[in-house]
């Protein structure tokens, strides 16, 4: 590791406001949303209040409690707005598949399934909240995160435990649960990252040779990220999960960029990304049938089924939706995962949908302002890598839905029906507040935070 | 690293912009065509589970919804369907609607814009909306008597007071029953349909207003009224020899009846239907008159009424000895029989044409009135004097001329006959259009698949009897 230069101390201290209850009185109102719409669709439904009226409220506004105590306990400087937008969304998922779930014949039960993976990612959020005191402890060992993340990804392969469904060999089934590992190696993987670019980001931005107006690390340097980064893309692409690898390869060009603020990096990433985007148009079968259900997706009515009832939905539900439980979300085929936005969209309306939709931005932005005001850089990495991430999976599966990207299979995060996502996310959301306790903490004021980088000085090159 | 971190912020915010303005344009340019493609099921399932407004006949409905139980809450039903499918069309799941239920869809389904307060008073008092009722202007008893008259025959038969323009009768047979394609079991909804979009008879096709056929000799009417709008009386005198050579053409047009003579006056003439004399009145007149006189009956345009009518056709550009042959509504020629119906009580009404109507007033459900229509003159084709003349000579046709078995007792009637030929290997048809002075009202009937000889007697022996009855069921 380089050395660290210690920035002059001032006499002043920075105390950021602690806000827990601000952020207790913001959750129980956030609940009280997805709550509210598991009540109305029954009441639309039903005629009447479910009889479990009682036991849910219990149970989902414990889950609230609980996790703010936690919060309260182990992280009191953390971000108070981000916790319960997370409620928020979680909470309408969870009543839009019970919505859903109302549809056959008889009902199924996805969403208690749902609800109770919702109960293992806010264990597993504590968990990282408790155990994780310090989030720079994550980034003592890259090569360790990154082999384990592989081995995570690469689990679906192995004979007996992976299985495939929907054409990607992602899954793996143990016990009877079905599991994506990618989503769980994706986070390992970004912290595996963010650790080694923070280690090297000296290196990677000055030393080495320019060549066409960017600065070309030293293969030294670069090779062994592009060689993780290549096995991980790599492995996800003959898996099949091409949308796994296209948050990937957002993941890699943000990190990279912000490590060495090259803006270089963007710019061939984006090249790159086009390049590889025709390419995928020219030699694969499923892009281009992808492409023209985006662009024209009447052409081929049955065969876009799917996104054209979407857009369906959408019209009849209208500005202001159909209201839970009155809409015909069951018309759409993957309503509950996939296509989760529709099904909101139809039944609380397009204003409902980009609400949802500032909501996603709430969150990454509290993310991103976490990144901000971090003092350490491995946590700015971190921070800024995970919401960059969340924010383009916000981006791809909603435009998707919408018509304004060609549809990837991703999930809606937080909302779609699947507990592997769920889990994943939450264990992000539990990091993304550690680092933010870590950056609101009282803490000497310095002057910028400076680093090594200012004191080098570059004889040649 | 700030420096990045609030350009890669920057650039998070564009795409989270992107997907709002998405959300707005779906919202604002794309929800109405999607929300008006038919293949939208959530749409139709909404419109198929209204509570759709009655179609009435007096105060009796000939097409309701009925409350019931299931996925859809109400089903369309046709008391007496067969009696006035050709006027209540169909309506249906999977195969839309047509004729009243299709051109009053709105008014009937309560989503017109008449009815939007309506809309807000149910949302507001939490009622399921109801659609508008429709009255209709037609007569059961002749609208019995023409399905009962035409019977298995294909063919149409139109009735209309030709002083208001209301019709009184619209049948176009076979009939079919609506039911079947309204039925909430879609299953034998789609049997129904195939079975009768791939009937030989062809029931769904409307014969008395989306279809046009050759007029045969009651286009005469127009030429005779073209001649006395040119200066000729009933009693000028016309050449009709046995066979006209046409001009620039091989071909030669024949009588198909007794002209009684090689020159006969004009009323000799209609009342005979004698093919040379018109002919060589179309050659005199010339096509430009012809066209013009048609044009004024209706002919190339849109016919006006409640339920999608075709338009029906007098070609342009003839030479002479096209004329010749469009002058007794021969060659590319072709009328519905609502237009031939028109032509009959423009001269029965002293040469005034009134827009035909069937929907005389839609009312909501407290019976306010959202609309209701007047009578209208479209036009006039031709001049009191002239439509006089007219009668006179229509009424000739039917005391001593081929329409003699329209005569009915009691009764001023006149009338023409009409026997056309669309294709040497297929059964002529027969037409008979004419009116009736007490009461006032001009019928027309029209028999597609004539098993007959191709002579105007025996088109007038066909259709006349179905004007009679019609007429008779009037009285």
């Known amino acids: 590791m380089s050395e660290r230069v210690q920035p002059a101390v001032s006499d002043e201290v920075i105390v950021y406001r602690k806000r827990r209850g601000v952020e207790l009185a913001l959750l129980l109102m956030a609940q009280v949303f997805g709550f509210a719409g598991w009540v109305i669709t029954e009441l639309n439904l039903y005629g009447e209040l479910p009889s479990a009226i009682g036991p849910v409220a219990a149970v989902w506004f414990g889950l609230g409690l609980a996790a703010h105590l936690v919060v309260r306990w182990r992280l009191p400087y953390a971000d108070p707005i981000i916790l319960p937008t997370v409620f928020l969304l979680n909470g309408l998922g969870l009543a839009m598949i019970y919505r859903i779930d109302q549809i056959p014949e008889p009902p199924r039960t996805d969403s208690t399934t749902q609800l109770m993976w919702t109960a293992l990612g806010l264990v597993l959020f504590a968990a990282v909240v408790i155990a994780l005191r310090d989030h720079r402890r994550l980034q003592r060992y890259p090569y360790l995160l990154f082999i384990s993340g592989l081995v995570l990804l690469l689990l679906p392969l192995v004979p007996g435990i992976g299985h495939k469904s929907g054409g990607a060999q992602i899954w793996i089934r143990v016990f009877g649960f079905s599991f994506q590992p990618a989503e769980v190696a994706k986070i390992i993987l970004a912290i595996a990252f963010a650790a080694y670019f923070y280690e090297k980001r000296e290196v990677l931005a000055l030393a080495g040779r320019s060549f066409l107006g960017l600065q070309l690390p030293r293969p030294r340097d670069l090779g062994p990220i592009l060689v993780m980064w290549l096995a991980s893309l790599g492995v996800m692409v003959f898996q099949n999960d091409l949308g796994t690898s296209l948050l990937f390869f957002g993941l890699f060009t943000v990190m990279i960029y912000v490590a060495t603020e090259r803006p270089a990096w963007p710019i061939l990433a984006g090249i790159l990304f086009i390049g590889a985007g025709f390419a995928a148009y020219e030699f694969t079968n499923h892009v281009p049938r992808r492409v023209n259900a985006w662009l024209d997706p009447f052409s081929d009515y049955d065969a876009n089924l799917q996104i054209i009832s979407a857009q369906f939905g959408f019209a009849w539900g209208g500005l202001f939706g159909r209201g839970w439980g009155l809409g015909r979300p069951g018309l759409t085929p993957l309503a509950k995962s996939d296509m989760i936005a529709a099904a909101l969209g139809e039944e609380i309306g397009i204003l409902g949908l980009m609400a949802i939709i500032m909501l996603y931005a709430l969150l990454v932005a509290r993310g991103c302002k976490a990144a901000l005001i971090s003092p350490d850089g491995f946590g700015k990495l971190l921070a800024v890598g995970l919401s960059f991430v969340f924010a383009l999976q916000v981006f791809a599966i909603i435009g998707g839905v919408t018509r304004l990207l060609p549809l990837t299979g991703l999930t809606t995060p937080f909302m779609s029906q699947g507990g592997s996502s769920l889990i994943a996310n939450w264990i992000i959301i539990g990091i993304l507040m550690v680092i933010s306790h870590r950056a609101r903490m009282p803490q000497a004021a310095t002057a910028t935070p400076t680093e090594a980088l200012d004191e080098t000085t570059v004889i040649s090159r | ?475």
């Open chain 2, 1 to 475: 690293m700030n420096g990045p971190i609030r350009k890669v912020t920057v650039f998070i915010a564009v795409l989270m912009a992107a997907l709002l303005a998405n959300m707005t344009v779906i919202s604002v340019v794309r929800a109405d065509s999607l929300n008006a493609d038919g293949r939208n099921r959530r749409v139709r399932d909404a419109e198929f589970s209204q509570n759709r407004g009655a179609i009435l006949v007096g105060t009796e409905p000939i097409a309701e919804s009925e409350p019931r139980k299931g996925r859809f809450p109400y089903v369309r039903t046709y008391p007496e369907g067969e009696t006035w499918s050709s006027v209540t069309g169909w309506y249906s799941y999977d195969y839309a609607r047509s004729g009243l239920e299709q051109s009053f869809n709105a008014e009937l389904a309560g989503t017109s814009s008449e009815q939007s307060f309506e809309r807000v008073l149910d949302l507001l008092a939490g009622r399921r909306s109801q659609g508008a009722n429709i009255s209709t202007t037609l007569n059961p008893a002749a609208q019995r008597a023409a399905v009962r008259a035409l019977g298995s025959k294909r063919g149409a038969a139109i009735a209309m007071d030709y002083t208001t323009g209301e019709i009184l009768a619209l049948v176009s047979t076979p009939t079919f029953d609506p039911n079947r394609l309204s039925t909430v079991d879609l299953a034998a909804q789609r049997e129904a349909w195939d079975e009768l979009l791939n009937a030989d008879d062809e029931p769904l096709k409307n014969r008395g207003t989306r279809e046009v056929y050759p007029p045969g000799s009651t286009f005469k009417l127009v030429t005779a009224a073209a001649a006395l709008e040119d200066g000729l009386v009933p009693d000028s005198m016309v050449d009709s020899p046995n066979s006209l050579a046409l001009p620039n053409s091989s071909h030669s047009m024949g009588n198909s009846t007794n002209c009684g003579g090689t020159r006969v006056t004009l009323e000799q003439a209609l009342m005979t239907s004698c093919n040379t004399a018109f002919g060589n009145l179309g050659l005199a007149l010339g096509a430009e008159k012809l066209r013009a006189q048609a044009e004024a009956f209706g002919f190339n345009q849109d016919q006006t009424i409640d339920i999608a009518a075709a338009a029906s056709r007098f070609p342009t550009e003839l030479d002479r000895s096209q004329a010749a042959l469009s002058a007794i509504g021969q060659y590319d020629v072709a009328a519905s029989p609502l237009q031939m119906l028109q032509v009959a009580a423009a001269i029965a009404n002293d040469g005034a044409m009134m827009r035909p109507y069937i929907v005389s007033a839609v009312t909501n459900r407290d019976l306010t009135v959202l609309s209701s229509t007047a009578p209208k003159k479209l036009g006039q084709p031709v001049s009191p004097s002239t439509a006089k003349l007219l009668q006179q000579m229509m009424v000739s046709v039917v005391e001593g001329g081929t329409g003699r078995p329209a005569q009915t007792s009691g009764v001023v009637v006149g009338g023409k006959t009409g026997t056309a030929q669309s294709a040497p290997d297929r059964p002529p048809y027969a037409w008979f259009v004419g009116y009736a002075e007490d009461p006032q009202v001009a019928i027309v009937a029209f028999v597609e698949n004539a098993d007959i000889d191709r002579d105007d007697i025996s088109g007038g022996r066909l259709a006349a009897p179905i004007f009679k009855a019609v007429l008779e069921a009037l009285r």
